[in-house]
């Protein structure tokens, strides 16, 4: 099936600077999410970007559908950008969604 | 607020307990799912349901018993857990099932089995 790599694992950052995630699928797909869970275990969805380049405030997303990867883009981190962000592609075959490990970031006030 | 909630937050059980978990969606959806989140794994589907009637059953234990009474609500029901069942529970909905559908969360409910 369809394998889904998050890097990097674990990141820690300091206040005010940027980062760039990246999701890794092996498979060509047709849709992909960027999830955070906040520390509670809320997830939320940021994006739904099947491809090309959304922007939400200080976060955008990338998706490559060609290339196999999408990339998250957090500018100037606040504490409350801390949790773990996954992406989510669906596996065609098993018509399931399938979600990364996940990147660990920790903003350092 | 994702519109998705869930109770308990936090549920303590013994392995001969019987107990509900309890999934509301708020968002006039189609479809809802349960996903098990294990420490260091991957979310996991346990199952899927699309207009009350499931759709999806991820090879899950039948200690494990879901109930989708209605198309807003979504219980799991557990009975005779093992240790290694615990795990935080989340509950998620969508508009219609399929996997090119957006998907909204709880919060979750944190099993420790004893």
């Known amino acids: 099936g369809i394998q889904v790599e998050q890097s990097p694992p674990d990141l820690i950052l300091q206040e005010g600077a940027n980062s760039t995630l990246r999701c890794n699928f092996s498979d060509s797909v047709n849709n992909l999410q960027w999830f955070h869970q906040n520390p509670w275990g809320q997830l939320i969805n940021l994006f739904y970007?099947?491809?090309g380049t959304k922007q939400n405030g200080r976060l955008s997303a990338t998706t490559v559908a060609t290339e196999r990867y999408s990339l998250l883009y957090i500018s100037s981190s606040q504490t409350t950008d801390s949790g773990v962000y996954f992406c989510a592609v669906p596996m065609n075959r098993d018509d399931k969604i399938i979600f990364g490990k996940g990147t660990r970031l920790h903003i350092l006030p | 607020e994702t519109g998705v909630t869930q109770t308990p937050r936090h549920l303590v059980m013994g392995m001969t307990n019987k107990k509900s978990l309890k999934c509301e969606q708020h968002l006039g959806h189609n479809a809802m799912y349960w996903y098990k989140q294990s420490a260091k794994k991957p979310l996991e589907l346990m199952f899927v349901y699309s207009l009350e009637e499931r759709v999806e059953n991820n090879s899950v234990p039948s200690r494990f018993s879901p109930e989708c009474p209605n198309s807003s609500h979504l219980f799991l029901h557990l009975h005779t857990l093992q240790p290694e069942d615990s795990a935080l529970y989340l509950c998620a909905s969508s508009q219609d099932a399929g996997t090119n559908e957006k998907l909204f969360f709880g919060s979750g409910t944190q099993l420790s089995v004893l």
């Open positions: 970007i099947p491809s």
